[in-house]
């Protein structure tokens, strides 16, 4: 599908048809909007409908993160963090930071604790979730004893 918030208008009306009573009446509660980080646009969703957010951080450095997602060198960490306490949060619900593990590129225990810096000031969860390899990228998937000490801290 892409990155929804670039193309705010149609994920609004579809999130608006789907928690409609007259249509599928699914409680917005049990929705989660999921963005590579486009910034500007974070905050207004979250005034729009009462969704849930999910952000794709996967990196704690902007070095980092300007390889991995390019979205990144146009709204920086610091950018999508500040738009992301500009997301009026429900009371009871969290951000997720979602975060994928890439073997020697964002895995180290130095990741780990800047990563909880990060997240810290937010009522939110991070999902960490381990590369899944294929043919066709250059990642790869960290070992199993990485994965557990990472997600240790």
Same mark, same amino acid.
């Given at each position: 599908?892409?990155?929804?918030?670039?193309?705010?208008?149609?994920?609004?009306?579809?999130?608006?048809?789907?928690?409609?009573?007259?249509?599928?009446?699914?409680?917005?509660?049990?929705?989660?909007?999921?963005?590579?980080?486009?910034?500007?646009?974070?905050?207004?969703?979250?005034?729009?409908?009462?969704?849930?957010?999910?952000?794709?951080?996967?990196?704690?450095?902007?070095?980092?993160?300007?390889?991995?997602?390019?979205?990144? !060198?146009?709204?920086? *960490?610091?950018?999508?963090?500040?738009?992301?306490? /500009? %997301?009026?949060? =429900?009371?009871?619900?969290? &951000?997720?930071?979602?975060?994928?593990?890439?073997?020697?590129?964002?895995?180290?225990?130095?990741?780990?604790?800047?990563?909880?810096?990060?997240?810290?000031?937010?009522?939110? !969860?991070?999902?960490? *979730?381990?590369?899944?390899?294929?043919?066709?990228? /250059? %990642?790869?998937? =960290?070992?199993?004893?990485? &994965?557990?000490?990472?997600?240790?801290?």
């Amino acid at each position: 599908m892409g990155e929804p918030l670039q193309n705010y208008t149609n994920v609004l009306e579809g999130l608006r048809i789907m928690t409609s009573a007259d249509s599928h009446g699914i409680a917005p509660r049990r929705i989660t909007v999921s963005t590579a980080g486009l910034a500007p646009r974070i905050p207004r969703l979250g005034k729009d409908i009462k969704v849930n957010l999910a952000v794709s951080l996967n990196a704690t450095t902007d070095e980092v993160r300007d390889r991995i997602m390019p979205i990144n !060198k146009k709204y920086n *960490i610091q950018t999508l963090l500040d738009a992301v306490r /500009e %997301f009026p949060l =429900p009371e009871r619900r969290r &951000i997720t930071f979602e975060y994928v593990l890439l073997k020697d590129v964002n895995d180290s225990e130095a990741d780990a604790h800047r990563l909880v810096k990060l997240v810290r000031p937010f009522r939110a !969860k991070v999902n960490l *979730i381990p590369f899944n390899e294929n043919p066709y990228s /250059e %990642f790869q998937r =960290p070992s199993q004893a990485t &994965i557990d000490r990472f997600s240790g801290f």
